[in-house]
Protein backbone atom coordinates (compact mmCIF):
# COMPACT_ATOMS: atom_id res chain seq x y z
CA UNK A 1 0.00 0.00 0.00
CA UNK A 2 3.13 2.23 0.95
CA UNK A 3 4.46 1.79 -2.44
CA UNK A 4 1.27 2.11 -4.19
CA UNK A 5 0.49 5.55 -2.63
CA UNK A 6 4.49 6.54 -3.44
CA UNK A 7 4.16 5.81 -6.83
CA UNK A 8 0.28 7.61 -7.37
CA UNK A 9 2.07 10.42 -5.97
CA UNK A 10 4.91 10.40 -8.28
CA UNK A 11 2.76 9.71 -11.08
CA UNK A 12 0.54 12.96 -10.05
CA UNK A 13 4.02 14.86 -9.21
CA UNK A 14 5.39 14.08 -13.40
CA UNK A 15 1.40 15.71 -15.03
CA UNK A 16 2.82 18.35 -13.80
CA UNK A 17 5.29 18.21 -16.82
CA UNK A 18 2.33 18.13 -19.72
CA UNK A 19 1.65 21.93 -18.38
CA UNK A 20 1.00 24.09 -20.55
CA UNK A 21 -0.69 21.27 -23.00
CA UNK A 22 0.65 24.35 -25.79
CA UNK A 23 4.11 23.09 -24.79
CA UNK A 24 3.89 20.34 -27.42
CA UNK A 25 2.09 22.34 -30.50
CA UNK A 26 4.04 21.85 -33.21
CA UNK A 27 6.12 24.91 -33.93
CA UNK A 28 6.46 26.76 -37.55
CA UNK A 29 9.28 28.22 -36.15
CA UNK A 30 11.29 25.88 -35.29
CA UNK A 31 13.69 25.61 -37.95
CA UNK A 32 14.45 29.48 -37.41
CA UNK A 33 15.22 28.59 -33.74
CA UNK A 34 17.39 25.91 -34.28
CA UNK A 35 20.05 27.87 -36.30
CA UNK A 36 23.66 27.11 -35.48
CA UNK A 37 24.75 30.68 -34.10
CA UNK A 38 29.00 31.02 -32.73
CA UNK A 39 28.85 32.91 -30.05
CA UNK A 40 30.50 33.84 -26.76
CA UNK A 41 32.88 31.04 -27.19
CA UNK A 42 30.39 28.64 -28.27
CA UNK A 43 27.88 26.89 -30.85
CA UNK A 44 24.09 27.46 -29.76
CA UNK A 45 20.77 28.01 -31.35
CA UNK A 46 19.25 30.80 -32.19
CA UNK A 47 16.36 30.33 -29.92
CA UNK A 48 19.18 30.76 -27.06
CA UNK A 49 20.88 33.78 -28.41
CA UNK A 50 17.05 35.38 -28.52
CA UNK A 51 16.73 34.69 -24.98
CA UNK A 52 20.59 35.74 -23.68
CA UNK A 53 19.97 38.61 -25.44
CA UNK A 54 16.19 40.02 -24.51
CA UNK A 55 17.04 39.05 -20.90
CA UNK A 56 20.08 41.12 -21.03
CA UNK A 57 18.47 44.10 -22.73
CA UNK A 58 14.96 43.40 -20.62
CA UNK A 59 15.29 41.50 -17.96
CA UNK A 60 12.88 39.07 -19.26
CA UNK A 61 12.66 36.47 -21.94
CA UNK A 62 8.92 37.77 -23.16
CA UNK A 63 8.44 41.46 -23.86
CA UNK A 64 5.14 42.88 -23.85
CA UNK A 65 5.47 45.75 -27.20
CA UNK A 66 4.36 49.56 -26.89
CA UNK A 67 1.03 48.10 -28.64
CA UNK A 68 0.43 46.23 -25.75
CA UNK A 69 1.42 42.69 -27.38
CA UNK A 70 3.11 40.46 -25.16
CA UNK A 71 6.05 38.15 -27.65
CA UNK A 72 8.36 36.10 -26.87
CA UNK A 73 12.21 36.07 -26.99
CA UNK A 74 12.69 34.69 -30.57
CA UNK A 75 10.01 36.77 -31.97
CA UNK A 76 11.37 40.05 -30.49
CA UNK A 77 14.82 39.04 -31.35
CA UNK A 78 14.10 39.17 -35.21
CA UNK A 79 12.15 42.06 -34.84
CA UNK A 80 15.34 43.52 -33.56
CA UNK A 81 17.45 41.43 -35.94
CA UNK A 82 15.34 42.77 -39.21
CA UNK A 83 14.76 46.08 -37.48
CA UNK A 84 11.39 45.94 -38.33
CA UNK A 85 10.43 48.47 -35.75
CA UNK A 86 11.16 51.80 -34.14
CA UNK A 87 13.48 50.81 -31.68
CA UNK A 88 14.32 54.43 -30.84
CA UNK A 89 10.42 54.39 -28.85
CA UNK A 90 10.15 50.99 -27.71
CA UNK A 91 10.48 50.96 -24.06
CA UNK A 92 12.52 47.67 -23.94
CA UNK A 93 15.60 48.39 -21.95
CA UNK A 94 15.36 47.50 -18.03
CA UNK A 95 16.58 50.23 -15.58
CA UNK A 96 15.18 49.49 -12.26
CA UNK A 97 17.58 50.73 -9.17
CA UNK A 98 15.67 53.59 -8.36
CA UNK A 99 18.54 55.71 -6.55
CA UNK A 100 20.01 55.83 -10.32
CA UNK A 101 16.74 56.95 -11.62
CA UNK A 102 16.27 59.43 -8.96
CA UNK A 103 20.00 60.68 -9.81
CA UNK A 104 19.39 61.19 -13.73
CA UNK A 105 15.97 62.31 -13.18
CA UNK A 106 13.90 58.80 -14.80
CA UNK A 107 10.22 58.19 -13.23
CA UNK A 108 10.84 56.57 -10.48
CA UNK A 109 7.90 54.06 -11.09
CA UNK A 110 9.11 53.08 -14.26
CA UNK A 111 11.32 50.17 -14.77
CA UNK A 112 11.59 50.18 -18.27
CA UNK A 113 12.83 53.03 -21.16
CA UNK A 114 13.45 53.74 -24.51
CA UNK A 115 16.44 54.09 -26.17
CA UNK A 116 16.08 57.82 -26.96
CA UNK A 117 15.08 58.49 -23.05
CA UNK A 118 18.63 57.45 -22.48
CA UNK A 119 20.88 58.46 -24.62
CA UNK A 120 19.95 61.46 -24.91
CA UNK A 121 20.16 62.04 -20.65
CA UNK A 122 23.19 64.05 -19.92
CA UNK A 123 23.30 63.31 -16.09
CA UNK A 124 23.26 59.23 -17.03
CA UNK A 125 26.23 60.12 -19.37
CA UNK A 126 27.87 61.60 -17.04
CA UNK A 127 27.96 59.10 -14.66
CA UNK A 128 29.17 56.44 -17.07
CA UNK A 129 32.15 58.45 -18.40
CA UNK A 130 33.27 59.29 -14.93
CA UNK A 131 32.61 55.41 -14.19
CA UNK A 132 35.04 54.86 -17.00
CA UNK A 133 37.55 57.45 -15.57
CA UNK A 134 37.34 56.15 -12.34
CA UNK A 135 37.72 52.33 -13.91
CA UNK A 136 41.32 53.83 -15.60
CA UNK A 137 42.84 54.47 -12.55
CA UNK A 138 41.77 51.20 -10.54
CA UNK A 139 39.16 52.95 -8.27
CA UNK A 140 36.34 51.04 -6.58
CA UNK A 141 32.64 51.84 -8.20
CA UNK A 142 29.99 52.91 -6.28
CA UNK A 143 26.56 50.95 -6.92
CA UNK A 144 25.53 54.02 -9.02
CA UNK A 145 27.97 53.52 -11.04
CA UNK A 146 28.13 49.87 -11.29
CA UNK A 147 24.47 49.96 -12.04
CA UNK A 148 25.23 52.95 -14.65
CA UNK A 149 28.10 50.13 -16.84
CA UNK A 150 24.99 47.81 -17.08
CA UNK A 151 22.27 50.07 -18.50
CA UNK A 152 25.13 51.14 -20.81
CA UNK A 153 25.74 47.97 -21.88
CA UNK A 154 22.26 47.22 -22.06
CA UNK A 155 22.34 50.15 -24.86
CA UNK A 156 25.47 49.04 -26.21
CA UNK A 157 23.90 45.30 -27.16
CA UNK A 158 20.34 46.92 -28.58
CA UNK A 159 22.16 48.79 -30.57
CA UNK A 160 24.41 45.88 -31.73
CA UNK A 161 21.29 44.05 -32.04
CA UNK A 162 19.02 46.33 -34.61
CA UNK A 163 19.99 44.89 -38.28
CA UNK A 164 22.75 43.32 -36.97
CA UNK A 165 24.83 42.40 -40.29
CA UNK A 166 27.79 40.54 -38.04
CA UNK A 167 25.78 37.36 -36.43
CA UNK A 168 28.31 34.11 -37.35
CA UNK A 169 25.65 31.83 -38.99
CA UNK A 170 28.51 30.56 -41.54
CA UNK A 171 30.23 27.87 -40.32
CA UNK A 172 33.91 26.96 -41.00
CA UNK A 173 34.62 24.87 -44.09
CA UNK A 174 36.81 22.11 -42.12
CA UNK A 175 38.15 23.00 -38.15
CA UNK A 176 35.54 22.39 -35.94
CA UNK A 177 37.26 24.71 -33.54
CA UNK A 178 37.66 27.85 -36.34
CA UNK A 179 36.01 31.05 -36.35
CA UNK A 180 32.24 31.21 -38.19
CA UNK A 181 31.73 34.09 -40.15
CA UNK A 182 28.25 36.30 -40.97
CA UNK A 183 26.64 36.30 -44.36
CA UNK A 184 28.35 38.96 -45.56
CA UNK A 185 31.81 37.88 -45.50
CA UNK A 186 31.15 34.34 -46.45
CA UNK A 187 32.90 35.04 -49.45
CA UNK A 188 36.55 34.59 -47.34
CA UNK A 189 35.46 31.10 -47.11
CA UNK A 190 33.24 30.26 -49.85
CA UNK A 191 32.91 30.69 -53.36
CA UNK A 192 30.63 33.48 -53.95
CA UNK A 193 27.86 30.40 -55.96
CA UNK A 194 27.71 28.65 -53.00
CA UNK A 195 26.96 31.58 -51.07
CA UNK A 196 24.64 32.88 -53.39
CA UNK A 197 21.71 30.77 -53.04
CA UNK A 198 21.88 31.49 -49.13
CA UNK A 199 21.86 35.18 -49.39
CA UNK A 200 18.63 34.61 -51.56
CA UNK A 201 16.84 32.66 -49.03
CA UNK A 202 17.94 35.43 -46.31
CA UNK A 203 16.13 38.01 -48.33
CA UNK A 204 13.45 36.21 -48.99
CA UNK A 205 12.97 35.66 -44.85
CA UNK A 206 13.37 39.26 -44.41
CA UNK A 207 10.98 39.98 -47.11
CA UNK A 208 8.51 38.26 -44.89
CA UNK A 209 8.95 39.92 -41.84
CA UNK A 210 9.02 43.39 -43.25
CA UNK A 211 5.53 42.71 -44.86
CA UNK A 212 3.95 41.62 -41.55
CA UNK A 213 5.57 38.58 -39.21
CA UNK A 214 2.28 36.98 -38.31
CA UNK A 215 0.38 35.97 -41.41
CA UNK A 216 4.10 34.79 -42.98
CA UNK A 217 4.88 32.70 -39.82
CA UNK A 218 4.50 29.33 -42.03
CA UNK A 219 6.72 30.81 -44.84
CA UNK A 220 9.32 31.84 -42.80
CA UNK A 221 9.63 28.50 -40.85
CA UNK A 222 9.78 27.31 -44.22
CA UNK A 223 12.33 29.43 -45.82
CA UNK A 224 14.33 28.89 -42.55
CA UNK A 225 14.40 24.90 -43.09
CA UNK A 226 15.73 25.20 -46.53
CA UNK A 227 18.09 27.89 -45.08
CA UNK A 228 19.42 26.14 -42.16
CA UNK A 229 19.56 22.50 -44.91
CA UNK A 230 22.03 24.90 -46.90
CA UNK A 231 24.66 26.10 -44.11
CA UNK A 232 24.45 22.83 -42.56
CA UNK A 233 25.32 21.59 -46.19
CA UNK A 234 28.51 24.10 -45.85
CA UNK A 235 30.13 22.31 -43.34
CA UNK A 236 28.62 18.87 -42.44
CA UNK A 237 31.73 17.81 -39.91
CA UNK A 238 31.59 21.46 -38.24
CA UNK A 239 27.74 22.02 -38.46
CA UNK A 240 26.34 21.33 -35.16
CA UNK A 241 23.87 18.05 -35.43
CA UNK A 242 20.29 18.79 -35.60
CA UNK A 243 19.86 16.28 -32.23
CA UNK A 244 22.47 18.49 -30.40
CA UNK A 245 20.61 22.06 -31.59
CA UNK A 246 17.21 21.03 -30.41
CA UNK A 247 18.30 19.57 -26.79
CA UNK A 248 18.99 22.89 -26.13
CA UNK A 249 15.98 24.13 -27.82
CA UNK A 250 13.72 21.87 -25.93
CA UNK A 251 15.95 22.59 -22.66
CA UNK A 252 15.05 26.52 -22.96
CA UNK A 253 11.38 25.93 -23.88
CA UNK A 254 10.66 22.70 -21.55
CA UNK A 255 11.82 24.96 -17.89
CA UNK A 256 12.62 21.99 -16.04
CA UNK A 257 13.36 24.21 -12.68
CA UNK A 258 10.72 25.85 -13.20
CA UNK A 259 8.85 23.27 -13.26
CA UNK A 260 10.41 21.34 -10.15
CA UNK A 261 9.54 24.06 -8.37
CA UNK A 262 5.89 23.65 -8.96
CA UNK A 263 6.25 20.32 -8.07
CA UNK A 264 7.80 20.73 -4.86
CA UNK A 265 5.01 23.49 -3.86
CA UNK A 266 2.35 20.78 -4.64
CA UNK A 267 4.35 18.11 -2.51
CA UNK A 268 4.45 20.94 0.51
CA UNK A 269 0.61 21.62 0.24
CA UNK A 270 -0.36 17.33 0.04
CA UNK A 271 2.31 17.24 3.05
CA UNK A 272 0.31 19.89 4.93
CA UNK A 273 -3.01 17.92 4.34
CA UNK A 274 -1.54 14.75 5.24
CA UNK A 275 -0.86 16.59 8.97
CA UNK A 276 -4.50 16.96 9.23
CA UNK A 277 -6.23 14.88 7.18
CA UNK A 278 -6.10 11.32 8.22
CA UNK A 279 -2.27 11.46 9.29
CA UNK A 280 -0.08 9.55 7.42
CA UNK A 281 -2.92 8.75 5.06
CA UNK A 282 -1.15 11.14 2.26
CA UNK A 283 2.69 11.01 3.68
CA UNK A 284 3.66 8.71 1.00
CA UNK A 285 2.20 10.36 -1.85
CA UNK A 286 3.79 13.23 -0.72
CA UNK A 287 7.28 11.72 -0.81
CA UNK A 288 6.30 10.29 -4.23
CA UNK A 289 5.44 13.39 -5.29
CA UNK A 290 8.43 15.41 -3.86
CA UNK A 291 10.74 12.65 -5.62
CA UNK A 292 9.36 13.30 -8.79
CA UNK A 293 10.21 17.00 -8.22
CA UNK A 294 13.89 16.15 -7.33
CA UNK A 295 14.10 13.84 -10.74
CA UNK A 296 12.77 16.44 -12.89
CA UNK A 297 15.33 19.34 -10.78
CA UNK A 298 18.25 16.23 -11.77
CA UNK A 299 16.82 15.92 -15.27
CA UNK A 300 17.30 19.53 -15.55
CA UNK A 301 21.17 19.68 -14.62
CA UNK A 302 22.05 16.69 -16.52
CA UNK A 303 20.63 18.16 -19.92
CA UNK A 304 22.28 22.03 -18.79
CA UNK A 305 25.56 19.62 -18.41
CA UNK A 306 25.46 18.15 -21.70
CA UNK A 307 24.77 21.71 -22.96
CA UNK A 308 28.18 23.44 -21.22
CA UNK A 309 29.75 20.19 -21.84
CA UNK A 310 30.76 20.89 -17.10
CA UNK A 311 29.42 21.07 -13.86
CA UNK A 312 26.83 23.77 -13.97
CA UNK A 313 27.84 25.53 -10.43
CA UNK A 314 29.90 27.89 -12.05
CA UNK A 315 28.01 31.09 -11.65
CA UNK A 316 25.25 32.74 -8.90
CA UNK A 317 22.07 31.34 -11.29
CA UNK A 318 23.95 27.70 -11.14
CA UNK A 319 24.60 28.03 -7.53
CA UNK A 320 21.27 29.03 -6.40
CA UNK A 321 19.54 26.55 -8.61
CA UNK A 322 22.16 23.59 -7.03
CA UNK A 323 21.31 24.56 -3.43
CA UNK A 324 17.59 24.16 -4.36
CA UNK A 325 18.44 20.98 -5.71
CA UNK A 326 20.54 20.37 -2.79
CA UNK A 327 17.88 21.27 -0.24
CA UNK A 328 15.44 19.16 -1.27
CA UNK A 329 17.77 15.78 -2.64
CA UNK A 330 19.35 15.86 1.67
CA UNK A 331 15.58 16.60 2.95
CA UNK A 332 14.41 13.34 1.27
CA UNK A 333 17.67 11.34 2.56
CA UNK A 334 16.60 12.64 5.83
CA UNK A 335 12.61 12.20 5.29
CA UNK A 336 13.51 8.47 4.73
CA UNK A 337 15.75 7.85 7.47
CA UNK A 338 13.59 9.34 10.25
CA UNK A 339 9.94 9.70 8.69
CA UNK A 340 9.33 12.51 10.68
CA UNK A 341 7.12 14.56 8.16
CA UNK A 342 9.70 18.08 9.05
CA UNK A 343 11.67 17.62 6.95
CA UNK A 344 10.26 17.68 3.48
CA UNK A 345 7.90 20.37 5.32
CA UNK A 346 11.04 22.84 5.83
CA UNK A 347 12.97 22.19 2.52
CA UNK A 348 9.83 22.63 0.39
CA UNK A 349 9.37 26.07 0.75
CA UNK A 350 13.15 26.70 0.73
CA UNK A 351 13.74 24.84 -2.30
CA UNK A 352 10.81 26.60 -4.24
CA UNK A 353 11.87 30.19 -2.90
CA UNK A 354 15.65 29.44 -4.71
CA UNK A 355 13.81 27.94 -7.65
CA UNK A 356 11.35 31.24 -8.43
CA UNK A 357 14.48 33.18 -7.41
CA UNK A 358 16.69 32.09 -10.76
CA UNK A 359 13.57 31.62 -12.64
CA UNK A 360 12.26 35.30 -12.80
CA UNK A 361 15.42 37.41 -12.02
CA UNK A 362 17.55 37.02 -15.15
CA UNK A 363 18.93 40.34 -15.25
CA UNK A 364 20.18 39.36 -11.72
CA UNK A 365 20.62 35.99 -12.41
CA UNK A 366 21.92 34.88 -15.54
CA UNK A 367 21.42 31.84 -17.26
CA UNK A 368 23.16 31.88 -19.91
CA UNK A 369 26.09 29.50 -20.44
CA UNK A 370 29.21 31.07 -21.06
CA UNK A 371 33.49 29.93 -21.32
CA UNK A 372 34.57 29.25 -18.38
CA UNK A 373 37.70 31.47 -17.00
CA UNK A 374 40.83 30.25 -17.18
CA UNK A 375 40.80 29.51 -13.26
CA UNK A 376 37.88 27.46 -13.51
CA UNK A 377 38.96 24.99 -16.39
CA UNK A 378 40.07 22.51 -14.50
CA UNK A 379 37.33 20.13 -14.34
CA UNK A 380 38.16 18.01 -11.55
CA UNK A 381 38.49 20.51 -8.70
CA UNK A 382 35.39 22.75 -9.98
CA UNK A 383 33.53 19.44 -9.67
CA UNK A 384 34.14 18.47 -6.21
CA UNK A 385 34.91 21.98 -4.00
CA UNK A 386 31.96 23.93 -5.49
CA UNK A 387 29.39 21.29 -5.09
CA UNK A 388 30.96 20.44 -1.69
CA UNK A 389 30.64 24.50 -0.65
CA UNK A 390 27.12 24.79 -2.20
CA UNK A 391 25.58 21.54 -0.51
CA UNK A 392 27.12 22.44 2.46
CA UNK A 393 25.08 25.84 2.01
CA UNK A 394 22.04 24.07 1.20
CA UNK A 395 22.11 21.87 4.79
CA UNK A 396 22.48 25.05 6.44
CA UNK A 397 19.00 26.61 4.71
CA UNK A 398 17.65 22.85 5.53
CA UNK A 399 18.43 23.34 8.94
CA UNK A 400 17.26 26.66 8.86
CA UNK A 401 13.86 26.07 7.58
CA UNK A 402 13.59 23.41 10.22
CA UNK A 403 14.49 26.02 12.82
CA UNK A 404 11.54 27.94 11.53
CA UNK A 405 8.69 25.26 11.88
CA UNK A 406 10.67 24.87 15.52
CA UNK A 407 10.11 28.52 16.30
CA UNK A 408 6.60 28.30 14.67
CA UNK A 409 5.51 26.19 17.24
CA UNK A 410 6.69 27.44 20.06
CA UNK A 411 4.60 30.40 19.51
CA UNK A 412 1.78 28.72 18.30
CA UNK A 413 2.10 25.35 19.83
CA UNK A 414 3.87 26.08 23.61
CA UNK A 415 2.39 22.57 24.68
CA UNK A 416 4.23 20.49 22.21
CA UNK A 417 7.05 19.75 24.16
CA UNK A 418 7.99 16.78 22.62
CA UNK A 419 8.08 17.90 19.62
CA UNK A 420 10.45 20.30 19.92
CA UNK A 421 12.71 18.12 21.10
CA UNK A 422 12.22 16.28 18.10
CA UNK A 423 12.27 19.10 15.97
CA UNK A 424 15.89 20.08 17.55
CA UNK A 425 17.29 16.15 17.45
CA UNK A 426 16.46 16.93 13.55
CA UNK A 427 18.33 20.03 13.05
CA UNK A 428 20.98 19.00 15.35
CA UNK A 429 22.06 16.45 12.28
CA UNK A 430 21.77 18.26 9.35
CA UNK A 431 23.72 20.98 10.97
CA UNK A 432 26.26 18.14 11.30
CA UNK A 433 26.06 17.55 7.76
CA UNK A 434 26.71 21.19 6.92
CA UNK A 435 29.36 21.46 9.19
CA UNK A 436 31.24 18.49 7.44
CA UNK A 437 30.48 19.44 4.30
CA UNK A 438 31.69 22.74 4.64
CA UNK A 439 34.89 22.01 6.09
CA UNK A 440 35.85 19.48 3.31
CA UNK A 441 34.55 22.86 0.81
CA UNK A 442 37.10 24.73 2.66
CA UNK A 443 39.97 22.31 2.22
CA UNK A 444 39.33 21.40 -1.26
CA UNK A 445 39.28 24.98 -1.91
CA UNK A 446 42.84 25.68 -0.40
CA UNK A 447 43.95 22.61 -2.28
CA UNK A 448 42.88 24.09 -5.57
CA UNK A 449 43.92 27.51 -4.76
CA UNK A 450 47.24 26.32 -3.78
CA UNK A 451 47.77 24.61 -7.64
CA UNK A 452 46.11 28.27 -9.34
CA UNK A 453 47.32 30.72 -7.47
CA UNK A 454 50.05 29.19 -5.33
CA UNK A 455 48.74 29.69 -1.88
CA UNK A 456 46.61 27.69 0.35
CA UNK A 457 45.11 30.32 2.43
CA UNK A 458 45.07 34.42 1.36
CA UNK A 459 42.36 36.10 3.56
CA UNK A 460 40.26 36.72 0.50
CA UNK A 461 36.49 37.93 1.49
CA UNK A 462 35.01 35.06 -0.15
CA UNK A 463 37.90 32.59 2.10
CA UNK A 464 36.87 34.66 5.16
CA UNK A 465 33.10 34.29 4.81
CA UNK A 466 33.18 30.90 4.34
CA UNK A 467 35.36 30.03 7.61
CA UNK A 468 33.38 33.28 9.18
CA UNK A 469 29.91 30.69 8.43
CA UNK A 470 31.99 27.71 9.63
CA UNK A 471 32.49 29.29 13.01
CA UNK A 472 29.19 30.37 13.52
CA UNK A 473 27.85 26.88 13.32
CA UNK A 474 30.84 25.45 15.16
CA UNK A 475 29.78 27.06 18.35
CA UNK A 476 26.21 25.78 18.59
CA UNK A 477 27.36 22.09 17.75
CA UNK A 478 29.73 22.10 20.27
CA UNK A 479 27.52 24.30 23.02
CA UNK A 480 25.48 21.63 22.30
CA UNK A 481 27.92 19.10 22.89
CA UNK A 482 28.99 19.81 26.24
CA UNK A 483 25.22 21.38 27.42
CA UNK A 484 25.79 24.96 27.11
CA UNK A 485 23.11 25.37 24.69
CA UNK A 486 19.75 23.66 24.91
CA UNK A 487 16.77 22.84 22.38
CA UNK A 488 15.85 26.69 21.47
CA UNK A 489 19.30 27.69 21.57
CA UNK A 490 20.06 25.58 18.97
CA UNK A 491 17.20 26.41 16.98
CA UNK A 492 18.08 30.34 17.34
CA UNK A 493 21.48 29.27 15.72
CA UNK A 494 20.29 27.34 13.25
CA UNK A 495 18.10 30.87 12.08
CA UNK A 496 20.48 33.43 13.00
CA UNK A 497 23.85 31.47 11.65
CA UNK A 498 22.68 31.55 8.17
CA UNK A 499 23.32 35.12 7.90
CA UNK A 500 26.50 34.69 7.77
CA UNK A 501 25.93 31.74 4.95
CA UNK A 502 24.16 34.62 2.76
CA UNK A 503 26.91 37.06 3.64
CA UNK A 504 29.57 34.21 2.08
CA UNK A 505 27.33 33.65 -0.60
CA UNK A 506 25.52 36.52 -1.67
CA UNK A 507 27.16 38.96 0.29
CA UNK A 508 30.61 38.64 -1.35
CA UNK A 509 29.43 38.67 -4.58
CA UNK A 510 26.69 41.21 -4.97
CA UNK A 511 27.64 43.96 -1.88
CA UNK A 512 31.51 43.54 -1.23
CA UNK A 513 32.48 42.79 -5.45
CA UNK A 514 36.49 42.20 -4.08
CA UNK A 515 38.36 39.31 -4.35
CA UNK A 516 39.91 36.73 -6.33
CA UNK A 517 36.12 35.13 -6.71
CA UNK A 518 35.17 37.61 -9.41
CA UNK A 519 34.32 35.39 -12.06
CA UNK A 520 31.42 34.80 -9.38
CA UNK A 521 30.83 38.57 -8.93
CA UNK A 522 27.73 40.27 -9.96
CA UNK A 523 25.21 43.48 -9.41
CA UNK A 524 20.94 44.27 -9.79
CA UNK A 525 20.38 42.61 -6.32
CA UNK A 526 18.39 44.47 -3.81
CA UNK A 527 20.27 44.61 -1.01
CA UNK A 528 17.49 46.26 0.57
CA UNK A 529 14.97 43.62 0.68
CA UNK A 530 17.59 41.23 1.31
CA UNK A 531 18.39 43.23 4.30
CA UNK A 532 14.21 43.63 5.38
CA UNK A 533 13.94 39.57 5.03
CA UNK A 534 16.98 39.65 7.27
CA UNK A 535 15.41 41.69 9.92
CA UNK A 536 11.61 40.48 10.07
CA UNK A 537 13.72 37.33 10.21
CA UNK A 538 15.36 38.57 13.42
CA UNK A 539 12.20 39.96 14.74
CA UNK A 540 10.41 36.64 14.34
CA UNK A 541 13.32 35.23 16.55
CA UNK A 542 13.05 37.99 19.10
CA UNK A 543 9.25 37.53 19.99
CA UNK A 544 10.10 33.32 19.66
CA UNK A 545 12.54 34.09 22.49
CA UNK A 546 10.24 36.45 24.24
CA UNK A 547 7.78 33.76 24.49
CA UNK A 548 10.16 31.08 25.61
CA UNK A 549 11.43 33.26 28.05
CA UNK A 550 8.81 34.67 29.58
CA UNK A 551 9.70 38.09 29.00
CA UNK A 552 6.03 39.13 28.11
CA UNK A 553 4.91 37.44 30.92
CA UNK A 554 7.09 38.67 33.72
CA UNK A 555 7.36 42.46 31.98
CA UNK A 556 2.94 42.02 32.84
CA UNK A 557 3.23 40.81 36.17
CA UNK A 558 5.82 43.29 36.95
CA UNK A 559 3.54 46.42 36.18
CA UNK A 560 0.24 44.58 37.69
CA UNK A 561 2.84 44.50 41.04
CA UNK A 562 3.75 47.91 40.62
CA UNK A 563 0.05 49.01 40.23
CA UNK A 564 -0.99 47.27 43.04
CA UNK A 565 1.94 48.10 45.04
CA UNK A 566 0.98 51.97 44.57
CA UNK A 567 -3.04 51.43 45.56
CA UNK A 568 -3.64 53.87 48.68
CA UNK A 569 -4.54 51.63 51.53
Not at 132 to 150: G, P, S, V
Not at 240 to 252: H, K, S
Request: glycine fraction near 8%; proline fraction near 4%; include cysteine.
Amino acid sequence: MKLLKFLLGLVLGCLVLVLPVSQFQPDTLDSVRSLAVQLDGRKKPLDTVANETLAKIHGSTTYKTAEGTTEDALTTYLALWFNTRNWNEEPIVLMSYRPLKEAVGLDLERKYFTFQELMTNQSLGEIVKQAHLDELDDKTLDRDAREALIVEDRLTLLFASVGDKSLPLVPHPDDIKGTWVSLEEATTLYEPETVAPLLAEFAMMQQGLLRDFNSHLEMIGQIGTTFKSQLSELSPTVYPTTATLQREVGFNHFHPFAKAWQIYALAFVVMLVALWVKPWELYWGAIGIFSAGIAVNAYGFWVRMQIAGRPPVTNMYESVVWVGFGIAAIALVFELVSRSRYYLLAAAPLSVACLILADSLPAVLDASISPLVPVLRDNFWLSIHVPTIALSYASFALALGLGHVALGNRLFAPAATGRFKTLSQLNYRVLQVGVLLLTAGIILGGIWAHFSWGRFWGWDPKETWALIALLCYLVPLHGRLVGWIGDFGLDVFSVVSFNAVLMAWYGVNFVLGTGLHSYGFGTGGSGMLILGVVGLDLLLVAIAAARHYGWFTQAVASAELSSAEAQPE
